[in-house]
């Protein structure tokens, strides 16, 4: 990534361990600059430190005491808010964007960048948001759409990680699926497995598009293929051997009634 990741800036919190909580989230989601206005004081030996988790090594002991006019003078700031506007006559919190869509929004942003955070159970104030340049919310349910701090702060790091995590602890699932050539050799076991089976003819043409279809979805793994592929080449073996015995001791197929 060519740019910095965002810094966070949490204002009047009154909670030390949501300010330990958002730096633990800082740190899963790669940032590291943690920016405090009117902090609570943090004990060493206190929540704040015990909530961070590993971010007590290096993002909460380097966090900076700044003030609210900093902030706005010098970063590209996002005011993140519970409630919100309903229409262009409440401009201060209208528009605003969801974690997902600001994500979209700020890969075109080329400045330094402050994602705000309020103080609990009110969050940032009118006055404050209308210094703010965009306004972040998340969705939630109308009957309680107010999330903790450190909740809300964790969601929307989380929505941003595409711009602040080059690589995670997850494989990369798109090298998972099969090779197409034994994605293939299934469909064509599928196919012996119905005959062998019996199975109306005018139905496998069908049936075959159809099994088709649910694996394209699912793309399955190279294990998985294999497994399966072994699963069908036994019980199509153990059909023809059926057959086999059947037509030797020429005895009538119960499976045709």
Known sequence: MSRDPPVVVVVDAKTPGNIGTIARAMKNFGMTDLKL???????????????????????????????????????????????????????????????????????????????????EGRGLDNEELAQLDEVC??????????????????????????????????????????????IERFHDYVGDFLDASGYKPVKRDKTRRLVRRLVGRAHPTDREIHTLLGVLRRATAQLDHRSELLDEYDEPDRWDK
């Open 37 to 119: 206005v009117n902090p609570p004081e943090l004990d060493p030996d206190g929540e704040a430190h015990g909530f961070a988790g590993h971010a007590r090594e290096d993002v909460l002991p380097n966090a900076d005491e700044v003030t609210f006019e900093e902030v706005v003078a010098n970063y590209h700031t996002v005011g993140c808010t519970a409630i919100t506007g309903e229409d262009s006559r409440r401009h201060v919190r209208f528009p605003f964007k969801t974690p997902r869509e600001l994500a979209d929004s700020l890969r075109t942003v080329d400045a330094p960048t402050a994602l705000v955070f309020g103080r």
């Open 137 to 182: 919310s998340i969705p939630a349910s109308d009957d309680y759409p107010v999330l903790n701090l450190g909740q809300a702060a964790t969601i929307l790091l989380y929505e941003l990680r595409d711009l602040t995590v080059e690589e995670t602890q997850l494989p990369d699932v798109e090298r998972e699926r099969a090779e197409e050539a034994d």
